[in-house]
């Protein structure tokens, strides 16, 4: 199946800071998703992006499928950031489609 | 619209007890997957239906694991028997019209086996 790693796995920054995380998959995608997992367990969806870039208020995220892989940047954190970040990619292809598979996520906290 | 909705929140059980997971998913979602979280091995999909069709399996992790969806509202995963290796966080998610629909997550089922 495709391999998924993210970087970095954990992540500490003061509260306003700016920070970019990474995912690169190890085959041809048509589907790349990035996920909020909150400090309370829930998994919050925040892009369906197999290519290109999109931006969400204080967040964007850009993948570049030829090279494999995607960023998703975070401005002027809050505290409210805080959580771990998944991308999750999948394929789909004649004879049939794989579920996503998740990268072990980046681990963020921001302090106050 | 009210989201995924799992039951139970929280579940506790001695090993080798039958335990049955609820899932309902937003309505007019025709795909739903079953999703497992450990500190471990991370997210692990076990199972995925598209029109209450099981598509693929592979990732249920024994024969004690069964999932069914005998309609577009409702879904089960079931683990008879129990055993602790079982502990983890269950995930319910669905996603619309299309497999590679944004997919959004239930808040899951919190599964302890003593």
């Known amino acids: 199946g495709i391999q998924v790693e993210q970087s970095p796995p954990d992540l500490i920054l003061q509260e306003g800071a700016n920070s970019t995380l990474r995912c690169n998959f190890s085959d041809s995608v048509n589907n790349l998703q990035w996920f909020h997992q909150n400090p309370w367990g829930q998994l919050i969806n925040l892009f369906y992006?197999?290519?290109g870039t999109k931006q969400n208020g204080r967040l964007s995220a850009t993948t570049v499928a030829t090279e494999r892989y995607s960023l998703l940047y975070i401005s002027s954190s809050q505290t409210t950031d805080s959580g771990v970040y998944f991308c999750a990619v999948g394929r789909y292809s004649g004879g049939g489609a794989d579920g996503l598979t998740f990268g072990k996520g980046t681990h963020l906290i921001i302090q106050p | 619209d009210a989201g995924v909705i799992q039951s139970p929140r929280h579940e506790v059980t001695e090993m080798g007890q039958e335990v049955t997971l609820r899932c309902k998913p937003i309505?007019?979602?025709?795909?739903l997957f079953w999703y497992r979280q450990t500190m471990m091995r991370g997210l692990e999909l076990l199972i995925y239906f598209n029109n209450n069709v099981p598509i693929d399996d592979s990732g249920m992790p024994e024969d004690r694991f069964s999932a069914k969806m005998p309609n577009a509202s409702f879904s089960t995963l079931k683990i008879q028997p129990s055993e602790p290796r079982d502990s983890a966080v269950y995930f319910c998610a669905s996603s619309s019209g299309t497999w590679a629909g944004k997919l959004f997550f239930g808040s899951g089922t919190q599964l302890s086996v003593l």
């Open positions: 992006i197999p290519s």
């Open positions: 309505s007019g979602h025709d795909y």
